[in-house]
């Protein structure tokens, strides 16, 4: 086992709250030092905003866990000084095939267009991720940024009030309590948080069970997704197959629901499942064995009081799609910029119930799609297996019925259609770049779009001169002016047909509203939407 697993990276240190005859209050507390955890706080305190980690281990995580990263949350985390070491260290890939038995039925490329500075996909261990965002939260301390890690502080019990929250978190040395005007929880799946407050998951929990495995070995497979429906050696159940760095493989195998788990995580057994599917002679070590059950389920709503739930915290989905990690880094890419408004008093906490609603309707595409993978990938009756076999055959040589094989729909991220956030639309503007949608990146003359955008609200604007200062209730609106010919690709992302474009970004690099032309008053009443100043 690698040593990473092993080694504390923020281990318990006593901190000076622990000594205080009083509750120390402060502006926001994260529980869970996860992926999710540390992007919202990173996030706060790049922005100045006050934050204190806290967390029940000292470590990563053990096990590859969440391996796929997409496109849109390699943006987020580049904007939060974590995404280069990623991409550098990640194996990047863009195809995937579907297999049905020995036949290869399908292939499809996830980015076939040029002009991105971050690739479609890339695979690389949750644990390299959070190695890389705590030496995030390490430069940002460096800084004099106030941000806190606190390993070994469980947090025992949670009360909540009007103007804060308490906290009761135990560690080596005992017990004490905090306040907190903010808590975020983003303490996982089985979250301690939701159950204190005594809140719970809808949903669908489906009855199958999938066995990981990482594996250590070389091999010369392609860096590509590997898909099975029915193959040879897992007969009538699917496998998958995805390349790691290090040399580890990343298998998963269908075993059906009626399954002693604790004896098919034994090694003696799994190991002649991946000699089956890796020949007898492949020569590999596990690194890492789990089993997980299909879930397609979140809570309500996200907000409770003062209490903000992120990530697996709030919802969950089946791992084919890759939509956890990745929709947990939008909940946090989301939230942010909301709370900081909030905390400054330029926004009113309001605004913070536009987080569960958009994250809620992001969960809610997620679990549709997932659903439907998990549909096809388990069909429930005789009669569904006969229509997915039929399509997998069909697939192999006509290209209509390519669309509807489902072997998990890859994350995409999500547009906040009908939000209460969104201002005006031009509708002779680019349909994909619609208000609520994020924005897309595209090759500068100097660099790339989306180094640009982020962190404050801004006004991008392409082919007009704005001279106004733009000043709202104390929220300072960027103007950056670009012209239409930086890249074929950001005038055809950006213009399509049009002359000239106006954009109001949201500091998540979201589009709050758009026009063709430029009109001051326009623009500060849809500051006014994306800030809920307007009283909504």
Known sequence: ????????????????????????????????????????????????????????????????????????????????????????????????????????????????????????????????????????????????????????????????????????????????????????????????????????????????????????????????????????????????????????????????????????MQPENVIPRLHAMLGDDAKFELEWVSIYTFQCRRMEAFRHGRVLFAGDAAHQVSPFGARGANSGLQDTDNLAWKLKLVLEGNAPDTLLDTYSDERVYGADENILNSSRSTDFITPKSDISRVFRNAVLDLSEHYEFARPLVNSGRLSVPCTYDGSVLNGPDDEGLPVALRPGSPAVDAPLKEGWLLDRLGDRFQLLVIGVKVNDSLDLGGIETEIIHLSPDESPEFAARYLEDAKSAIYLMRPDQHVAARWQSYDKAAVLDALKTATMQGGK
């Open 1 to 264: 086992m690698t040593k990473i697993f092993e080694t504390p990276m923020y281990p318990y240190k006593r901190s000076k709250d622990q000594d205080k005859t009083k509750p120390v209050r402060h502006p926001v507390v994260v529980i869970g030092a996860g992926p999710i955890g540390l992007g919202v706080a990173i996030d706060l305190v790049q922005q100045d905003v006050p934050v204190v980690i806290l967390d029940d281990n000292d470590k990563v995580s053990f096990g590859s866990r969440a391996i796929c990263f997409a496109k849109r949350p390699l943006e987020i985390l580049d904007r939060l000084g974590c995404g280069e070491p990623m991409v550098d260290k990640g194996v990047v890939w863009d195809t995937g095939k579907v297999f049905f038995d020995e036949r290869e039925v399908y292939k499809f490329n996830l980015l076939d267009e040029g002009g991105h500075k971050n690739p479609a996909f890339i695979n690389l261990q949750q644990y390299y991720l959070e190695e890389y965002m705590v030496n995030r939260v390490r430069e940002l301390q460096a800084e004099g940024k106030p941000i806190e890690l606190r390993g070994k502080n469980r947090v025992e019990a949670v009360g909540t009030h009007d103007d804060h929250v308490t906290i009761e978190v135990q560690t080596p040395d005992g017990s004490y309590l905090l306040e907190a005007d903010w808590l975020i929880a983003c303490d996982g799946a089985g979250s301690p948080t939701r159950r204190m407050l005594g809140l719970d998951f809808v949903g669908r929990v489906f009855e199958d069970n999938f066995l990981i495995a990482d594996v250590i070995m070389e091999a010369d497979f392609p860096t590509e997704r590997w898909f099975w429906f029915d193959p040879p050696f897992n007969r009538g159940q699917s496998a998958l197959l995805h390349k790691q760095p290090d040399n580890v493989w990343r298998i998963d195998l269908q075993l059906g629901w009626d399954i002693d788990r604790e004896k098919e």
